[in-house]
């Protein structure tokens, strides 16, 4: 039997184990997957109080501007904000910096909260693999076009349902002067809570005239009552 015919052989030998094995293999996987989604599911996702400080970053063209705040939020009282320190542009803090936390603001103001949340009131869940990260890749498809969802996956760790990282695109545009809006928040464990960390978007913005990317990094001081030791900043 010469070299072809015997890879040809191999080939197949390996071709017919696969398609016995594939079957229960892709299962296992699956199974494992939807394990993840029920363990993320079955957490209490209530944002807790906290006090942090926020670092915003934005960039249009040759416009760039920052601001650093305190931000503070309580189930009773809600969100707010106290800017200490900001620089660059006032079109990119005003338009777009100050924006951001407005709207965060207004939107938990007005009890929106929960048409965001990650949960199945807001979202379709379909597992998507396991990733070389070992994170379980989790498809999310919003039930609703709304600016407050995204169309995207989240990844979470698959022996406890952690929430690590989200990456995706708004289900809709936030108005007509934004638009393609593409985000990536990525989470940690601090005082036994996953709470977000960081924040980066792209979008399409018409008052700016083109590209704008934004950056929001998180330094908790304090979550639940409980003080953070060693306030976390994303790497």
């Known amino acids: 039997m010469n070299y072809a015919a015997k890879l040809v052989l191999i080939g197949g030998s390996i071709l017919t184990a696969a398609t016995v094995i594939a079957p229960r293999l892709q299962a296992t996987v699956t199974d494992a997957a939807d394990n993840t989604i ?3 599911l079955a957490q209490n996702d209530a944002s807790p109080a906290y006090r942090a400080i926020r670092r915003l970053e934005a960039t249009s063209g040759d416009r760039q501007g920052w601001l650093e705040a305190v931000t503070k939020y309580s189930p009773g009282k809600g ?4 800017i200490t320190s900001e620089g660059g542009s006032s079109v990119i803090r005003g338009k777009v910096l100050r924006a951001v936390l407005e709207g965060e603001r207004e939107v938990i103001s007005q009890g929106d909260s929960a048409r965001s949340s990650l949960a199945r009131e807001n979202y379709t869940f379909q597992p998507n693999g396991v990733d070389d990260d070992g994170l379980a890749n989790v498809l999310l498809l919003p039930r609703r076009k709304e600016p407050v969802l995204v169309d995207g996956t989240m990844f979470l760790q698959p022996s406890d349902g952690n929430l690590v990282r989200l990456e995706g695109r708004l289900a809709k545009s936030p108005s007509f002067w934004v638009k393609n809006v593409d985000i990536i928040r990525k989470y940690e464990r601090i005082n036994g809570l996953v709470v977000p960390v960081a924040l980066e978007s792209t979008a399409q913005v ?6 704008a990317t934004l950056r929001m990094t998180y330094r908790y001081s304090e979550i639940d009552g409980r003080t953070v030791s060693s306030p976390a900043t994303d790497q």
């Open 38 to 40: 029920q363990q993320f």
């Open 206 to 211: 018409r008052l700016l005239g083109g590209a």
């Open 79 to 82: 969100f707010d904000y106290e």
